[in-house]
């Protein structure tokens, strides 16, 4: 680091620690000057995370379940605070690792034995994790994709046991329809049948032949034997969360509406903030979903006197430079849906974990299950080429989503560039993309705009899995991330593939001729330098789920079918860490119909509560 931005950095922290002690200053004395009166806040839900499952779940919960209110605490802002940038669809990498939206996790480096030489060490080196910490969470601040999976995916999670049918691809494919709002003209029957036109979230179909260089790589694809495909989500394994050219949150398409109903029940009653737990039908209760922003949850709050049971009743959180607790009615859940990281960490802070990396930060063991466990992502690698513009006119394009095309194949397993067969087995393992944004860190020369042209292979079926681990019981201090990308061989040489047939696309005319595409691959290269090349590039496709993952508790299970905590009551976990497997495309289409199926679920157990 050097002096000048050492000084920066130490000048940035007095400043912002000088305001901080004003703050706080201002507070103290407000305490004093005056006495606020303690309210308890009770609410027949309290759900955690305002993210793409909450969002949903909220929605859904108030709609269904009548005179119910809802408590949604959110760790961040609200979206309209960055407006000018979350609703840009061309804006999304400007919103990462910015402190107001972003959690700033960091994945750590790791090493271990070479794949292609076991004898030798090699490193996967470490990098940022962004992940949404803005109300919508990751759909306020991603790329905006909407893949489902593959039917197999889900009829995977429904073999576990039979009461995991409710899972499988027919129940699933349900509840996205339900949610999807489609705005393709004139869609086929065949289109109908998998995809919804009532639902609440926006999608539409990309416009990929737009722009001249990406016409010439969509034609080297079908020269090659690529074949098209004009639905990824439907029969064989594209579209984007967007409305109208611009950015389409579960914000947009379920909180609103959420926040839309207001009312007392019933209207005849004086309304009156009591316990439930004692009031009695004279009183009127306030029907509605409360959103708080900048609310970070510490932890569960458990019923003491239940000494045999893990009852939930509430949970801790700081919220406007205080500690405030918040308790669940008689009926009442808590529920869990801050992603794979945070519901990972509360439920660890809260006792629920791995015995010995709960003991190690000296907190009580309530459940021992595996939590953080199993964390699953898409790991990926970007080859960056530089294009050297036919008579100095640009004709790349930079005001877009950045994933201008998309493609879906199958990765051979010895590292050797797919053939025929591969690009049309049913089960693709590759999702590749072309774009003329630049897709990762630029280290030495960093090029023109008009001059990238980004590859990006993703592995969709990965084999290897990671952890996370406490490092401290403080509730502000980040989880340790592992993901042990590539260790298992597999993994490597599909991604190896992959990238060997990006390589062979951009040696293809008029991508080598025309536009003079030129890339740090171009020369031969052997399996261990491509070994070399993929951890070094290693970066994650910000797809992480599966750290409280739906299961029997003998096979590794933190949640059952109906995502009930193990070992616990009146608390469930609803977002992508329960996947039992990760489904081989983007997950935040998953994550909304996980959220719409177990909002069912918790109205069925509600209305068979005494």
Not at 72 to 100: H, W
Not at 533 to 538: D, E, G, L, P, Q
Request: aromatic share 10%; proline share 6%.
């Amino acid at each position: 680091m050097s002096i000048d931005l050492k000084m920066k950095l130490e000048q940035e922290l007095k400043d912002d620690a000088e305001i901080r002690n004003l703050w706080l200053e201002g507070i103290h004395n407000r305490d004093h000057r005056q006495t606020f009166k303690k309210t308890n806040e009770f609410y027949d839900f309290i759900i955690v995370g305002a993210g793409t499952a909450g969002c949903v779940l909220a929605r859904e919960l108030v709609y269904n379940i009548p005179n119910i209110n809802i408590l949604l605490l959110e760790a961040g802002p609200p979206d309209i605070q960055v407006n000018d940038i979350m609703r840009s669809p061309c804006a999304f990498p400007l919103v990462y690792r910015t402190s107001e939206t972003d959690w700033g996790y960091s994945v750590e480096d790791q090493k271990m034995s070479s794949v292609v030489d076991p004898t030798k060490e090699i490193s996967n080196k470490g990098f940022p994790y962004p992940r949404g910490k803005v109300i919508g969470g990751c759909s306020t601040v991603n790329a905006m994709i909407y893949i489902r999976g593959h039917k197999a995916d889900y009829d995977l999670w429904a073999s576990q046991s039979p009461e995991y049918k409710i899972w499988d691809y027919e129940h699933c494919l349900e509840a996205f329809k339900a949610i999807e709002n489609n705005t393709r003209k004139n869609p086929d029957e065949v289109f109908k049948k998998y995809h919804g036109f009532n639902g609440l979230l926006y999608v539409q179909d990309r416009q990929d032949d737009t722009y001249d260089i990406m016409k010439d790589i969509f034609k080297v694809a079908k020269n090659l034997g690529i074949p098209y495909n004009n639905d990824f989500n439907g029969v064989r394994q594209n579209g984007h969360t967007m409305k109208d050219g611009k950015r389409f949150t579960l914000v947009d398409g379920y909180l609103i509406d959420a926040l839309k109903k207001v009312e007392t029940y019933p209207p005849s009653k004086p309304f009156e903030t009591a316990s439930p737990h004692g009031s009695g039908d004279d009183v009127a209760k306030f029907v509605a979903v409360n959103v708080k922003c900048f609310a970070h949850v510490l932890n569960i709050i458990w019923d003491e006197e239940k000494k045999d049971e893990n009852v939930a009743i509430g949970v801790k959180y700081f919220y406007d430079g205080r500690v405030h607790e918040s308790f669940i009615a008689p009926k009442g859940e808590v529920i869990i849906c801050g992603g794979t990281i945070n519901s990972a960490q509360i439920l660890m802070l809260s006792g629920i974990g791995p015995k010995n990396n709960l003991e190690k930060n000296n907190i009580k063991v309530r459940k021992e299950l595996p939590v953080g466990h199993n964390l699953l992502d898409h790991p990926s690698c970007c080859i960056s080429a530089k294009s050297s513009i036919p008579n100095g006119n640009s004709q790349l394009h930079y005001s877009s989503s950045g994933l201008e095309l998309g493609m879906f194949y199958k990765g051979d397993i010895n590292g050797k560039i797919p053939s025929q067969k591969h690009f049309l087995d049913e089960r693709p393992d590759i999702q590749f993309y072309a774009s003329t944004s630049q897709l990762e860190p630029v280290n030495n020369t960093k090029p023109k705009k008009d001059e990238v042209l980004s590859m990006l292979s993703v592995l969709n079926l990965p084999s290897s899995g990671g952890h996370l681990e406490l490092c401290s019981s403080n509730p502000f201090i980040h989880p340790k991330i592992f993901f042990n990308f590539y260790e298992k061989p597999a993994d490597l040489y599909l991604m190896m593939s992959s990238l060997k047939l990006t390589r062979e696309i951009l040696r293809q005319p008029p991508l080598s001729t025309v536009w003079g595409v030129e890339t740090d691959v171009d020369k031969e290269m052997s399996d261990e330098d491509w070994e070399q090349y993929i951890r070094k590039k290693a970066n994650s496709s910000y797809h992480p789920c599966g750290t409280v993952k739906m299961a029997p508790e003998s096979q590794g299970g933190c949640v059952n079918h109906r995502l009930q905590v193990y070992g616990t009551k009146n608390l469930r976990v609803i977002d992508a860490s329960i996947f039992p497997t990760i489904p081989a495309g983007n997950i935040n289409a998953p994550t909304a119909m996980v959220a719409w199926k177990a909002s069912r679920l918790i109205e069925e157990d509600y209305k068979n509560k005494s």
